[in-house]
């Protein structure tokens, strides 16, 4: 697949600009030409018959200059200590701009990319691509990305920015694409072009020709593999690519209008909760507000911690709410906890931390109140979806993993089972308004 087109010239951005002349300088200037303009005036005196004096009146005016000259740098003085004060906090913040960052450092770091449609954030892969890595965490630094824009899209496959020509709004359509590389050497990885992977543009056929321009790919692109350089991965904001990738484009796949990239800012990744939290602290009751009343929850980490860990962090980061319970069966359970049942199926910032679980089996009967993780035919498939038992059931004990029981709200349990259904289905929206961890 054609990423950008190949170009005759790349168009290099100058990040640089030209103090100008101080004050003082102003100043000076200005008294010399007084004293030019005066040398030839002359004045003499007489005293007592005697004595006659001759003063110059260019000495007289150089002495005047002087005196205005002085008191002009004297009260100027204070603003240069605070201009030469400012000029060494730019220069700090220009030197640690600057800096390059090591791959232990970026590991640590995301980029967080705003734009017309939302934000974006993903985190680098320095053990894949290094230099790639760091020269994005550069430019993001010093506000190269700022102004400019997603450009060229594939509905539901690839978006790609970055291009600086962009900044200018009257950048001719035929320019798009044309700026920023040439600047850095590939690092083909084996990393995948997978939903979400960033990787950067070059020029087709052409080694070594990448470099400020990077694309994002909104679903799998296995032809890209090991012909581009990744170095980064979404972990927010996937359903930003996806409404970008969906943005009217002609025929070269070059947007109508383009999506303004905000800024992008380079931020300490975010820690995931309860990752390395204890047993003990693991040890917590959780609310869940319902449509039709409050179920209060008590956890217990000693059955199935890691289980435990996952439905904490779910709940400390809402991710759980605005979803729906979407499966009553009376006499069994109700379940509950699919992110597609939220309002217009959005995602979630937390999605980055959903993964699938391994089994933690116990021996821990399945009877009513009890809470237990739903998951598919792969007994390590859990993830997100939980469910509440609504009466006995011998058959799931020891193939689900039970990691918690209602203690308070079993009246509400009640009150949910008796709901008009098609099937399993509720017809009324059964809404998890939210879930919170108690004090």
Same mark, same amino acid.
């Given at each position: 697949?054609?990423?950008?087109?190949?170009?005759?010239?790349?168009?290099?951005?100058? +990040?640089?600009?030209?103090?100008?002349?101080?004050?003082?300088?102003?100043?000076?200037?200005?008294?010399?030409?007084?004293?030019?303009?005066?040398?030839?005036?002359?004045?003499?005196?007489?005293?007592?018959?005697?004595?006659?004096?001759?003063?110059?009146? #260019?000495?007289?005016?150089?002495?005047?200059?002087?005196? @205005?000259? +002085?008191?002009?740098?004297?009260?100027?003085?204070?603003?240069?200590?605070?201009?030469?004060?400012?000029?060494?906090?730019?220069?700090?913040?220009?030197?640690?701009?600057?800096?390059?960052?090591?791959?232990?450092?970026?590991?640590?770091?995301?980029?967080?990319?705003?734009?017309?449609?939302?934000?974006?954030?993903?985190?680098?892969?320095?053990?894949?691509?290094?230099?790639?890595?760091?020269?994005?965490?550069? @430019?993001?630094?010093?506000?190269?990305?700022?102004? #400019?824009?997603?450009?060229?899209?594939?509905?539901?496959?690839?978006?790609?920015?970055?291009?600086?020509?962009?900044?200018?709004?009257?950048?001719?359509?035929?320019?798009?694409?044309?700026?920023?590389?040439?600047?850095?050497?590939?690092?083909? #990885?084996?990393?995948?072009?997978?939903?979400?992977?960033?990787?950067?543009?070059?020029?087709?056929?052409?080694?070594?020709?990448?470099?400020?321009?990077?694309?994002?790919?909104?679903?799998?692109?296995?032809?890209?593999?090991?012909?581009?350089?990744?170095?980064?991965?979404?972990?927010?904001?996937?359903?930003?690519?996806?409404?970008?990738?969906?943005?009217?484009?002609?025929?070269?796949?070059?947007?109508?209008?383009?999506?303004?990239?905000?800024?992008?800012?380079?931020?300490?990744?975010?820690?995931?909760?309860?990752?390395?939290?204890?047993?003990?602290?693991?040890?917590?009751?959780?609310?869940?507000?319902?449509?039709?009343?409050?179920?209060?929850?008590?956890?217990?980490?000693?059955?199935?911690?890691?289980?435990?860990?996952?439905?904490?962090? +779910?709940?400390?980061?809402?991710?759980?709410?605005?979803?729906?319970?979407?499966?009553?069966?009376?006499?069994?359970?109700?379940?509950?906890?699919?992110?597609?049942?939220?309002?217009?199926?959005?995602?979630?910032?937390?999605?980055?931390?959903?993964?699938?679980?391994?089994?933690?089996?116990?021996?821990?009967?399945?009877?009513?109140?009890?809470?237990?993780m739903a998951r598919g035919d792969d007994p390590n498939s859990a993830d997100t979806s939980f469910f509440i038992? @609504?009466?006995?059931?011998?058959?799931?004990?020891?193939?689900?993993?039970?990691?918690?029981?209602?203690?308070?709200?079993?009246?509400?349990?009640?009150?949910?089972?008796?709901?008009?259904?098609?099937?399993?289905?509720?017809?009324?929206?059964?809404?998890?308004?939210?879930?919170?961890?108690?004090?």
């Amino acid at each position: 697949m054609e990423v950008t087109r190949e170009l005759k010239a790349t168009t290099q951005t100058e +990040l640089a600009s030209t103090p100008s002349a101080s004050s003082e300088s102003a100043v000076y200037a200005t008294f010399h030409k007084l004293v030019r303009e005066n040398e030839e005036m002359n004045l003499r005196f007489e005293f007592s018959g005697q004595l006659a004096l001759r003063f110059s009146w #260019s000495g007289f005016k150089l002495l005047k200059c002087a005196a @205005l000259t +002085l008191l002009v740098v004297l009260l100027l003085a204070p603003s240069r200590q605070q201009s030469l004060a400012q000029q060494k906090k730019t220069e700090a913040a220009n030197a640690s701009t600057q800096a390059t960052v090591s791959p232990e450092e970026a590991s640590r770091l995301e980029a967080v990319v705003t734009t017309d449609l939302g934000t974006i954030r993903f985190e680098f892969r320095p053990d894949k691509a290094p230099r790639h890595v760091q020269q994005f965490i550069k @430019l993001a630094r010093a506000g190269f990305y700022d102004g #400019s824009a997603f450009f060229r899209v594939i509905q539901r496959g690839v978006i790609q920015g970055g291009d600086p020509l962009l900044k200018d709004p009257n950048s001719p359509r035929e320019r798009w694409g044309s700026g920023g590389l040439n600047q850095i050497a590939d690092e083909f #990885s084996d990393l995948k072009h997978l939903r979400g992977t960033i990787s950067t543009v070059r020029i087709p056929g052409q080694a070594n020709s990448g470099g400020a321009q990077f694309f994002i790919c909104a679903s799998p692109q296995p032809q890209l593999d090991s012909q581009f350089s990744a170095f980064g991965q979404v972990t927010e904001g996937i359903d930003v690519v996806d409404r970008i990738s969906l943005a009217p484009a002609d025929a070269n796949q070059l947007v109508t209008a383009p999506i303004r990239i905000l800024s992008v800012k380079i931020e300490p990744r975010k820690a995931e909760p309860f990752k390395d939290a204890t047993i003990e602290q693991l040890r917590r009751d959780v609310l869940l507000r319902t449509t039709m009343g409050d179920i209060t929850l008590e956890m217990d980490p000693s059955l199935a911690p890691e289980h435990v860990r996952n439905f904490l962090k +779910l709940v400390e980061t809402g991710w759980y709410d605005h979803t729906a319970f979407h499966r009553v069966v009376p006499g069994f359970v109700i379940q509950g906890g699919i992110g597609s049942t939220r309002e217009g199926g959005v995602g979630h910032p937390a999605d980055r931390w959903v993964r699938k679980l391994k089994g933690e089996f116990s021996r821990v009967n399945h009877i009513r109140g009890v809470l237990s993780m739903a998951r598919g035919d792969d007994p390590n498939s859990a993830d997100t979806s939980f469910f509440i038992m @609504l009466g006995q059931a011998p058959h799931l004990d020891g193939k689900y993993t039970v990691f918690g029981k209602v203690v308070d709200g079993i009246d509400v349990l009640d009150e949910i089972e008796k709901v008009a259904r098609d099937g399993e289905r509720p017809r009324q929206r059964i809404e998890l308004i939210e879930a919170a961890i108690k004090p």
